[in-house]
């Protein structure tokens, strides 16, 4: 991870601000934290909340998935409603780093001269990066690869998050827990939340054959009610487009979801076994923009 990543987060037994000295990041008041082989931060505090990450399984099965495409709509909408002028990211619960390797992606118009503090590593005038955020070691070693520009860290989304305040333009939290006060906390002033949920038309075509878990029909009510206090809603689009999965495909996506704790491999096999090769199945999110309050 580069040191001018390092440089956005902060400890999380005291909250200063880390340093990265060849492969340790530390804050002054001497709190270590060594980077893994695969090149990800742990930051998950001692008194976190338990919540279970991604198996390897399962992120396997959700890089496999997104590879395909099939969630790129969702993708380039993120992108589309990404202020041009923001250079620095975070994605909680970003899993594979997939949506946010897609925004940083897209550069800025380039900008001349040396980077901000001519050392070697570090970010250049106009460089978007990102942190991704996600509880499960898993996930962060799959984002820790995905690009130079993004520093993967594993941390309890419903913690502090392990950012210094005010670090972010940008905060995308797509299918992800929602900690409002902390994502306000970590935005710069006048900071963007992008925020994706899904409609109850997602994936309808496979729940009940499936037996996977449905949309909450109170979803839409909870997440402004979880947001209310920090942020002010300022657009929303719908995402509604058919898929042509094949059974490989469908396995993948319900091996990535919370169904697969729910579901036997050789139960879900056959369920599969009864839908049309390929299947149409409907991607239905919204994706949501707020500013703070």
């Known amino acids: 991870m580069r040191p001018d990543l390092v440089s956005l987060l902060r400890c999380p037994v005291c909250a200063d601000a ?3 000295t060849a492969r340790t990041a530390s804050c002054l ?17 001692s ?16 890089a496999a998935f997104l590879a395909g495409g099939h969630y790129a709509p969702i993708r380039d909408a993120l992108i589309a409603h990404t202020p041009p002028e923001a250079t620095r990211f975070a994605e909680v619960g970003a899993g594979t780093a997939y949506y946010l390797a897609g925004v940083i992606a897209e550069p800025r118009p380039a900008e001349p001269g040396p980077s901000e ?7 250049a005038p106009g460089e978007r990066v990102g ?12 984002a820790a690869k995905v690009d130079e520009r993004i520093g993967s860290v594993v941390c ?15 905060v995308l939290d797509v299918f992800a827990p929602r900690n409002a006060p902390e994502m306000r906390r970590v935005l710069a002033p006048g900071g963007t939340l992008l925020v994706v949920t899904p409609n109850q038309a997602h994936l309808t075509e496979l729940i009940a054959v499936l037996g996977m878990v449905r ?6 009510r909870r997440l402004r009610v979880s947001l209310a206090s920090d942020f002010v809603e300022t657009a929303a689009t719908g995402i509604e487009v058919g898929m042509r999965l094949d059974h490989r495909s469908v396995q993948r996506l319900v091996a990535m979801t919370p169904s697969a704790r729910h579901l036997r491999p050789e139960e879900l096999a ?12 409907t991607l239905s999110v919204t994706l949501s923009v707020w500013q703070a309050s």
């Open 47 to 62: 008194a976190s909340t338990g919540i279970e990450g991604d198996s390897a399984a399962m992120v396997d099965a959700r």
């Open 117 to 123: 503090d001519g050392a070697a590593g570090e970010r």
């Open 18 to 20: 880390l340093a990265l």
């Open 215 to 220: 949309v909450d029909e109170d979803k839409d």
């Open 156 to 170: 309890d989304a419903w913690k502090e998050l392990p950012l210094r305040d005010g670090v972010a333009d940008v």
């Open 270 to 281: 056959e369920r599969i076994a009864v839908l049309a090769d390929p299947v149409e199945v």
């Open 131 to 142: 942190i991704a955020l996600d509880v499960s070691r898993y996930a962060a070693r799959r």
């Open 29 to 45: 008041r001497g709190h270590a934290f060594d980077l893994a082989k695969q090149g990800y931060l742990n930051l998950l505090p």
